[in-house]
């Protein structure tokens, strides 16, 4: 059992983690930092996610000695692409249609600082899409939020519910924060 001991930020402004992190029963706040989020060209979907955590723990690095600072990326993979938020309603159409009848990755690179000490993990979900018709992508894109969402939409959302077949993995690694991971992590840190 997690017995908390600091106080722990969440540098996420994502409401799918905050919602992750209460249902772990931690007590957090919710810090936010700008950071830049590029990320070298040739790296692999795994280290990408974990660049870009370590890239916004390192944002926190004057706060981490009264904390424990948690910091997550999602990303997904789609035959070695990256298919990062979406910037309008076009570009999530390309995106779930690539999506469509196929499966991907999703990738969660999270960290883990206090004390100027760093524990950085990922956890990588194979999610099988069933066919989507171009009036499901359009109805998901109009009464759903893709924009914020790596690959252009939420497993939690309706699209979820009707597009995905099966997963391998963590399902809450999918909705951006691997739970089960975070919690070993914290654990042992």
Known sequence: MYKQKLPIILASKSPRRQELMKSMNLDFKVVL???????????????????????????????????IVVTAD????????????????????EMLSKLSGTNHQVYTGVSIVHAGKTHSFYDVTEVFFNPLTAEQIEFYITNFNPFDKAGAYGIQDWIGLVAVDKIIGSYTNVMGLPTEKLYKALVAF
């Open 74 to 93: 999602t990303i997904v993979a789609y035959n070695n692409e990256i298919l990062g938020k979406p910037e309008d309603a076009t570009h999530a159409t």
């Open 33 to 67: 930092k700008d950071v830049d989020e590029s990320y070298p060209e040739d790296l692999l979907p795994a280290e990408i996610a974990i660049y870009i955590a370590e890239k916004k723990a390192a944002a926190f690095a004057d706060i981490s000695n009264e904390s």
